[in-house]
């Protein structure tokens, strides 16, 4: 069975930073893409970075470009996402995703989520 295991959440003040993980288990998605997205209270899921398999493409929303960092670790199974300069705009569930559907459709795998709370 395929599990994403989002760790590393809290709670942080504005100007903060947390280091979220996410542990792939089941399968290894050395081969693909993996990917952070976000929700909070009220709004849609929304986009926050990607990486490809080998980790020399990275993408970001605009709204976290400059202070968050996508990386991977392929030997463990394991995405991170590295959010400096923290606001309270970022206060969210954040989940990882694995393996971009074709025509960018989506991923075929996604974990439970892990809350991230910043307060000013």
């Known amino acids: 069975q395929v599990q994403l295991a989002e760790s590393g959440g809290g709670s942080v003040q504005a100007g903060g930073s947390l280091r979220l993980s996410c542990a792939a288990s089941?399968?290894?998605?050395?081969?693909?893409?993996m990917g952070w997205f976000r929700q909070a209270p009220g709004k849609e899921r929304e986009f926050v970075a990607a990486?490809?398999?080998?980790?020399?493409?990275?993408n970001y929303a605009d709204s976290v470009l400059g202070r968050f960092t996508i990386s991977r670790d392929n030997a463990k199974n394991t995405v991170y996402l590295q959010m400096n300069s923290l606001k309270a705009d970022d206060t969210a569930v954040y989940y990882c995703?694995?393996?971009?559907?074709?025509?960018?459709?989506?991923?075929?795998?996604w974990g439970q989520g892990t809350q991230v709370t910043v307060s000013s």
């Open positions: 089941g399968r290894t998605f050395s081969s693909v893409g």
């Open positions: 995703a694995a393996e971009p559907r074709r025509g960018g459709l989506g991923y075929n795998y």
């Open positions: 990486i490809n398999w080998s980790g020399t493409n990275r």
